[in-house]
């Protein structure tokens, strides 16, 4: 079909659709339906027993955050009972309210290296850090926000706006971090794609106006911001965190459909559903919707007054919160707490109190505290450093100027490249402003995903560090203000005239800050970034820039001629500088790639704007903010391949130093070809929905060789054309449903394998409410990244019916 007529027909489609569907309301599902600990079967016991001695003022308690507390989140203890309470503490990246802790790389850079096995291991040594340091719940990962829009403040704390590759990362995750000991709450659940207005607030004239609501149809749902929820459902996550948006009008901590509905009927989760900070706006209509754990339990501001607590012993006493429902929230709570055998923990560190800005004498229950500053930092710098390599993405390499050969002279600049000048902690108030402090390279962006150092290698120290070993000149200025400005301040003693000779290779370092709070007004990189870029160009013919991002970035300077490399090196962590030098000077082989797509202009991207106007930020009206997601499923790498539309780099793209060959595509069904049905059969709901949704029904096998002469590691992508349903959502052309890290050395072949589960196949139907495979041949792609595809086959389902 020609584009025109497909862009046509789906704008009909669209408008079709929002006419005849009303996004105003949810639909109401109750009862909350009842843990049965499916899955943690003698957790579910104890944790009978354990709740069968509680008080109903023990099981309020248990149910409601407490503060001040030692812990961004506190559940007090029962200490007649031998509980010791939890400790829920940040974030995503690292335990934040912590010394002596680790910095790990971003979401973000995680989802850039496409390894599963990296993301694990950071998984299990961040929840490792998180129990050492005596904190029972690791408020991470994120899912939501996917990235839907460019411009997303805390598009850097999840993963991709992929639902597969964010669904891989997600189970990886958490499976690590529950696998040392500590519980993971995956978030925020859902819809919370945008920062601005993502709370309620109070308008000039005293009307309090609503969260933004996202209105999401049904299919779009399912097949993209559902997604990765289900996989970490399936991997057993044991808590849940509910977002501040609204949906359909309802908010995500009291909307029936999405917690009692969708959750944790159809998904079948088991755990609890924890409120974002200040989330939950009400006590019992959150409870029968299936709200479990009130945080930080502290409503308006004031210490222990919250919609739970005293409010929910009164609700009980008089009915209106059953005594079923109160139990089930204890049990959901103990079940996960007794799996992991949190019932024998170490205790919170001692220095806890202190990094929360809090004392333990204002405390309404006892904490136990254990000692100060300990060391939980092991030796995951390894894996911090290597990981920072394996998510940085080489985008342009002309005449292989990289990797590096002994230069004789290096010039740096920009303000990215160097220490940090403003203290260490990424998480202050100071810092939730659109740039962040000037001078400072980013190893992560700002807000409660953010942490605090222990130490940072800065991009400039590990490169003199190294250039010092070949006898290297390095030159450098960091003043953007400088290397942006006109000539004439430029020919200033200070400026870039002055740097001689002419350095063989200039290595420009930019930096893009985002924060929770608040969305990005620009994709291009911060600081003058592309005067800075051209300008170093103009001057010197090997010019390499560097990006630090908190999310993608336009790059208006790509194709100048003198840009002869470009690394988006995203945010990775503590180790940064040293994972950098690696890459530039071969050590390691870049094998990172794109989790976004880098389209040609910021314009490009307004299929998906952050709601946000004059207007709204005035209005009196209280449902005035509503975020339509009318685009569907076409976000990201979907909208432009639907539309045909030129990007400058795709998603799923990235060099190395060396080639790789993609051969013998094979595919075996699973069955012997025999017929399946199009709906999965009936079975007990498991944790991640119906467990014959993961059953596999193809295996498809490629050959990936090296063909050049530097070993490294390719990561061959399978792409499925599903085929088009009629229904008002357009389908995507491809969609992700599978990939590998292989790392080979030069002119060695292996064979991947790429199982194909029977939600892959998928699409989700409205009116059956369920996973249906279409009766038409399926597409199968395999390449390297979304537009490189080198290798097709197809499959046509058999289904019996
Ligand atoms: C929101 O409304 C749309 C359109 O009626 C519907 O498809 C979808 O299921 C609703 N979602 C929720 C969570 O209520
Ligand atoms: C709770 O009560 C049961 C009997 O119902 C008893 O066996 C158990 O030891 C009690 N204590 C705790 C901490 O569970
Ligand atoms: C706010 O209240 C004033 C005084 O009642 C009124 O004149 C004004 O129109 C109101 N503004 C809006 C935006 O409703
Ligand atoms: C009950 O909830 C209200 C908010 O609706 C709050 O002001 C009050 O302090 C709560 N009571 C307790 C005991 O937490
Ligand atoms: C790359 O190499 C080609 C061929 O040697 C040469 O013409 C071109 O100028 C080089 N480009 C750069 C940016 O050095
Ligand atoms: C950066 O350069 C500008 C222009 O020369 C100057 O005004 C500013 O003080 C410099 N910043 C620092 C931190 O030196
Ligand atoms: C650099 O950018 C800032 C805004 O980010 C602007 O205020 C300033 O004037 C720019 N400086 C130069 C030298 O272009
Ligand atoms: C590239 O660098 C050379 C100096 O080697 C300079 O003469 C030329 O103007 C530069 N080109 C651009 C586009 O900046
Ligand atoms: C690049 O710049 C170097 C040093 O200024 C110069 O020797 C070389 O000829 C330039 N190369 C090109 C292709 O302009
Ligand atoms: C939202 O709109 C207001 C008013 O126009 C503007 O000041 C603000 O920068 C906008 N925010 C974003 C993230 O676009
Ligand atoms: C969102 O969709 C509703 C219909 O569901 C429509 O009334 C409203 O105008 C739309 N809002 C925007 C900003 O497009
Ligand atoms: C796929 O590869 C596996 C492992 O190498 C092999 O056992 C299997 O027979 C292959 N299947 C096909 C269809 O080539």
Not at 495 to 503: N, S, T
Request: with cysteine; charged share 15%; hydrophobic share 35%.
């Amino acid at each position: 079909m020609k584009i025109g007529t497909r862009f046509v027909a789906s704008c009909l489609s669209l408008v079709v659709s929002v006419l005849t569907q009303d996004y105003s309301t949810s639909p109401p599902v109750y009862p909350s339906p009842p843990t049965l600990g499916t899955g943690w079967e003698t957790a579910f016991e104890q944790a009978n027993t354990f709740a069968a001695n509680l008080s109903l003022e023990e099981k309020a308690q248990l149910v409601t955050g407490t503060s001040p507390g030692p812990c961004v989140g506190n559940i007090g203890a029962i200490p007649r009972l031998g509980f010791g309470g939890l400790c829920l503490q940040d974030g995503p990246l690292a335990i934040r309210l912590a010394t002596y802790a680790s910095v790990f790389p971003a979401g973000l850079t995680a989802a850039a290296s496409w390894d599963r096995g990296l993301i694990f291991a950071r998984g299990m040594f961040m929840g490792a850090e998180f129990k050492a340091k005596g904190s029972h719940v690791a408020l991470g990962p994120v899912v939501g926000p996917l990235g839907r829009i460019g411009y997303g403040g805390r598009n850097w704390e999840g993963f991709s706006p992929d639902p597969y590759l964010t669904g891989v990362a997600a189970e990886e995750t958490i499976r690590g971090m529950q696998q040392a000991g500590v519980q993971a709450c995956l978030k925020h659940y859902i819809g919370n794609e945008q920062e601005t207005q993502r709370n309620p607030d109070v308008s000039a004239n005293g009307t309090t106006i609503e969260a933004v609501s996202s209105n999401i149809d049904d299919q779009t749902l399912h097949e993209l911001y559902l997604w990765p929820f289900a996989n970490g459902v399936r991997a057993g996550t044991a808590s849940i965190m509910c977002s501040y948006n609204r949906l359909n009008g309802s908010y995500g901590c009291q909307n029936s459909k999405t917690l009692n509905g969708i959750l944790k009927t159809e998904l079948g989760f088991q755990g609890y559903v924890m409120s974002d900070w200040g989330a939950t706006h009400a006590g019992v209509d959150a409870i029968n919707a299936g709200l479990d754990m009130d945080m930080p339990g502290s409503t308006g501001g004031s210490p222990n007054a919250s919609f739970f607590g005293g409010n929910l012993t009164q609700a009980v006493n008089n009915a209106s919160v059953s005594q079923s429902r109160i139990d089930d929230m204890v049990l959901r709570i103990m079940t996960p707490y007794f799996f992991l055998k949190q019932d024998d923990y170490p205790p919170i560190d001692g220095q806890s109190p202190a990094l929360n800005n809090n004392n333990p004498q204002n405390y309404r229950y006892q904490f136990t505290l254990g000692e100060s500053d300990t060391d939980v930092r092991e030796d995951h710098a390894q894996l911090i450093r290597e990981l920072g390599a394996a998510g940085t993405v080489l985008l342009k390499n002309v005449n292989n100027t990289l990797p590096l050969k002994a230069p004789r002279s290096i010039g740096v600049f920009g303000n990215d490249a160097g220490d940090l000048v403003n203290g260490e902690y990424f998480s202050g108030s100071s810092f939730a402003n659109q740039f962040g402090y000037e001078y400072g390279t980013l190893p992560m962006a700002g807000g409660s995903g953010a942490a605090r150092l222990s130490y940072l290698v800065p991009p400039l120290d590990a490169i003199k560090a190294r250039a010092f070993q070949d006898g290297t000149l390095v030159q450098y200025i960091l003043n953007n203000t400088i290397l942006s400005g006109p000539a004439k301040v430029r020919n200033r003693a200070d400026g870039l005239g002055f740097i001689l000779p002419v350095p063989d290779v200039c290595l420009v370092f930019l930096k893009t800050w985002a924060s929770e709070g608040v969305d990005r007004l620009s994709l291009e990189a911060d600081w003058n970034s592309t005067a800075v870029v051209n300008n170093v160009a103009s001057y010197c013919n090997n010019t390499i820039v560097i990006t630090h991002s908190a999310g993608l970035n336009v790059l208006p300077w790509a194709n100048n001629p003198n840009v002869t490399a470009i690394l988006a090196a995203h945010l990775p962590g503590q180790e940064t500088g040293n994972s950098l030098v690696d890459i530039l000077y071969g050590a390691i082989n870049p094998s990172g790639k794109l989790p976004y797509t880098i389209a040609l202009n910021a314009s490009d991207y307004k299929f998906a704007p952050v709601t946000n106007s004059t207007e709204l930020q005035g209005t009196e009206d209280p449902n005035a903010w509503q975020s339509n997601f009318t685009e569907g499923q076409l976000i990201d790498y979907r909208h432009f391949d639907y539309y045909n539309q030129s990007v400058l780099y795709e998603f799923g793209y990235g060099l190395s130093y060396t080639t790789f060959n993609l051969s013998d595509l094979q595919i075996e069904s699973t069955v012997s070809g025999k017929p399946v049905t199009a709906r999965p059969p009936l079975a007990a709901t498991v944790p991640g929905g119906n467990p014959t949704l993961w059953a596999v029904l193809y295996v498809v096998n490629v050959t990936v060789t090296n063909t050049g002469n530097t070993a490294g590691a390719a990561v061959p992508q399978l792409y499925l054309s599903l085929p088009s349903t009629s229904q008002s959502n357009p389908t995507p052309v491809n969609v992700l449903r599978g990939f590998d890290k292989i790392f080979l050395q030069p002119g060695k072949s292996t064979t991947v394998q790429f199982p194909l589960a029977r939600r892959d196949l998928s699409y989700w139907d409205t009116n059956l409410q369920d996973w249906v495979i279409s009766s038409g041949a399926i597409a199968v792609h395999l390449g390297f990244s979304s537009r490189d595809l080198k290798l097709h086959d197809q499959v046509t389902v058999l289904v019996s019916d």
